[in-house]
């Protein structure tokens, strides 16, 4: 059997064809016949739209590398005659808003626009209520290829974090982004400053963040939570009598 695998230019002479629909031609995974009667499995990148002309490389069992050339095998299409401008671009939107693939066909002698669908009476009756003619043909099947496809490129863009290296140098003014042994991860920094609040601040930035502030912070309520806490806070404790020292009135 003959795996072929990659697409590759067409050489002058190639050693057999495989004749495929347009349904077969979209799969990437294919076991079929080549014009020798040969066998031949196709494994090809995933989303692989082959097209008549192009032309793949394989190789045998036996190791012999051949080439294959792909041709378009004529299939029931519904082949569509417009009248005029208008009646062709109603068809076309009527047609594009149900996602349906469209061949575009050579403008006919007498003006009419042609455009071909696959074979489908359900919407050969819609064209025809739109006013155009409809009629069925088998012809090679070839679609028009999506607007944003590029033609089948993969530009292989990768936008992760560590794919790109910029070279951006930042220099802001005698900060050179380079710190130096003063600079590093301690960011130890004696400021002995005072602060409108009246009392000194004496503190280093060792990522140790002790504070000596000079006055006393009030007693915490273990009651209530923590300043700076996300739990929430609890509901007030209510005041119950103790049934013992009970002196009000009871039902007897």
């Not at 230019?9 to 076991?31: G, I, M, W």
Request: proline share 6%.
């Amino acid at each position: 059997m003959l795996t072929l695998k990659d697409l590759v230019p067409a050489p002058a002479k190639v050693d057999a064809e495989l004749h495929l629909p347009y349904e077969l031609r979209e799969k990437s995974r294919l076991r079929a016949k080549l014009s020798t009667g040969e066998e031949a499995a196709l494994f090809l990148v995933r989303g692989t739209v082959l097209h008549g002309g192009d032309c793949l490389k394989g190789t045998a069992d036996d190791g012999t590398v051949k080439i294959v050339r792909i041709v378009a095998a004529p299939e029931a299409v519904h082949v569509i005659e417009c009248h005029d401008a208008d009646e062709f671009a109603r068809c076309a939107y009527h047609l594009g808003n149900r996602h349906t693939m469209v061949m575009f066909l050579p403008r006919m002698e007498d003006g009419h626009y042609v455009l071909a669908i696959r074979s489908d009476k359900v919407l050969m009756d819609m064209i025809e209520g739109l006013g155009a003619h409809a009629s069925e043909q088998m012809l090679p099947f070839e679609p028009e290829g999506g607007a944003y496809s590029g033609g089948g490129h993969n530009h292989g863009h990768s936008h992760g974090r560590d794919d790109h290296d910029h070279g951006h140098k930042h220099a802001h003014g005698d900060h050179d982004q380079k710190h130096g042994p003063a600079h590093e991860d301690k960011h130890e920094h004696d400021h002995d400053h005072k602060h409108d609040h009246g009392h000194d601040h004496d503190h280093k930035h060792g990522h140790d963040h002790a504070h000596d502030h000079g006055h006393a912070h009030p007693a915490h309520d273990p009651d209530l939570p923590h300043p700076g806490s996300r739990m929430p806070v609890h509901e007030p404790k209510i005041h119950r009598p103790d049934p013992a020292k009970w002196t009000g009135t009871q039902d007897k």
